[in-house]
């Protein structure tokens, strides 16, 4: 599967600099649209995770800026007209929930007990890209399976994630791209 978006510079509206209308608490929270394509015909459930491993010598861990968790792909929209197959569209974070209740949004770095932020609009969503010292590089990583991760619920750690996607035993895909950020 191959993952892309129209930029490789995470764009304002998405980052650091967002207008206050796409802030809560000033963190970014408008999630950015991205594509799908060549999608294996197996695939019906996608998972991703968005990361920073350059906050390490910032914060001392990777920070975590978005997870999720059992889209069912047959609940998205696909774009036959478009040069790709399917679009996650811009702001999914905040309206995933609304549009596919089964999906699932996993914690963000926010949830950390080094920052202890205990707003979930936060903490279990998009929260975008926001450098302190340079521009850093993030990894963003769509998994595809048959079946739904069965041990997941809402607010799950990455870890969850991870573990969850290397026990399936069949049917598995992932693609991933790197962005940047801007300080």
Known sequence: MNISTDFTTVPDDYSKAAP????????PVVSFP?????????????????????AIPVCGFEWIHWTAANVPIEALMFDFNDSHALQIPEDFSRTMTSMIPEALQGRNSQASRFIACNDLAITMRYNGPQPPDKDHEYMFEVFG???PLPNLKPGFYMNELLREVRNVTS??????MFLTGKA
């Open 145 to 147: 399976t048959e079946k």
């Open 20 to 27: 206050e209308q796409n802030k809560i608490n000033g963190i």
């Open 171 to 176: 049917g598995v895909d992932a693609g991933g």
């Open 34 to 54: 991205f594509y799908i394509d060549k999608l294996p015909s197996f695939v019906h459930y996608l998972h991703w995770r968005f990361v920073d491993d350059d």
